[in-house]
């Protein structure tokens, strides 16, 4: 028994080392975000597609193999329905990178296919906190506020996440459907 419990802490603790070490290098990696989402606000369509892909590519490298592999069984149990499966996988993302926003955004977007929109908002929150031009992030709390009936919130989410990402189809889309709703009708 001595031994499997050595083992665990063993291995705990080269995860914790690999990803501490492997968050420096994200750090390096994320450096380029505010040059990019500044040439994302002035482009014009043609070239903000790439400019965005390039965004998305670098929101998805926390730095950490360890991390990545659990992010993406964390969105690919999202992507089949399996909520409870994802939470599971991204909450060790986000214990493992608490300086990473994907871990929380793709958490929340777990919680929000769960339907559970208080723990949704609250990652929503905290990877606006580590990255405030995360545009997904902005425009998920849109569409809570949306669904909650706060239209003018999600105008104002549908707004802000434009301000950031004037070509973001989905959102543009969102915010055209908000104009012949008028007013906060939350309860």
């Known amino acids: 028994m001595k031994r499997l419990v050595d083992f665990f802490k063993h291995t705990f603790v080269t995860i914790f080392f690999v990803t501490v070490s492997g968050m420096a290098n994200a750090q390096n990696i994320h450096g380029d975000l505010p040059d990019l989402y500044q040439e994302l606000r002035q482009s014009d369509l043609a070239v903000a597609s790439k400019i965005e892909a ?26 089949r329905g399996d909520f409870e499966t994802a939470t599971h996988h991204l909450t060790a993302v986000v214990e493992f990178a608490p300086d990473f926003a994907t871990g929380y955004l793709e958490r929340a977007r777990a919680y929000l296919g769960a339907g559970l929109l208080g723990p949704a908002v609250d990652d929503l929150q905290k990877a606006l906190r ?4 995360q545009f997904d992030a902005i425009a998920m709390l849109g569409q809570v506020f949306e669904s909650l009936g706060d239209v003018d ?31 906060n009708t939350a309860l």
Request: hydrophobic share 45%.
């Open 54 to 79: 390039e965004i998305r590519f670098l929101w998805k490298s926390s730095g950490s193999q360890t991390v990545d592999l659990l992010l993406g069984r964390g969105v690919d149990a999202a992507a």
């Open 153 to 183: 919130l999600a105008r104002r989410s549908y707004e802000q996440a434009l301000a950031i990402h004037p070509h973001f189809a989905q959102v543009r889309d969102a915010y055209s459907a908000l104009d012949g709703v008028s007013g």
């Open 130 to 133: 580590l990255d405030p031009n």
